[in-house]
């Protein structure tokens, strides 16, 4: 069973930066992907960025294209969202989840984590 826990949010300043970790325990090889996901209130979840396990292939969404970036740690079984220019509309809470189909999909991902707040203001 994948376990994720999410870590790094924070409340910082509208051009400052975070770096999001998800620690993965019990990762098994049926993980084929990684992704962070956010929701803001009265949002649906949507998707931020995700890197696939075996070739570290990065994709990211057009709103965090430039600014966010995506890596993982395979000794310490992180990966991590670094995210730099943030606005006041980057404000939601970051979740990590891990999925066996490489997809920006929330629905075909089938672990979370609890999620992290990340407040940006103006």
């Known amino acids: 069973q994948v376990q994720l826990v999410e870590s790094g949010g924070g409340l910082v300043q509208a051009g400052g930066s975070l770096r999001l970790s998800c620690a993965d325990s019990?990762?098994?090889?049926?993980?084929?992907?990684m992704g962070w996901f956010r929701q803001a209130p009265g949002k649906e979840r949507e998707f931020v960025a995700r890197?696939?396990?075996?070739?570290?292939?990065?994709y990211y969404a057009d709103f965090v294209k430039g600014r966010f970036t995506i890596s993982r740690d395979n000794a310490r079984s992180t990966v991590y969202l670094q995210m730099n220019s943030l606005k006041p509309e980057d404000t939601a809470v970051y979740y990590c989840?891990?999925?066996?189909?490489?997809?920006?999909?929330?629905?075909?991902?089938?672990?979370w984590g609890q999620g992290t707040q990340v407040t940006v203001s103006s």
């Open positions: 019990g990762r098994t090889f049926s993980t084929a992907v």
């Open positions: 890197i696939t396990w075996s070739t570290r292939t990065t």
């Open positions: 989840a891990a999925g066996q189909i490489i997809s920006s999909n929330p629905k075909l991902y089938g672990n």
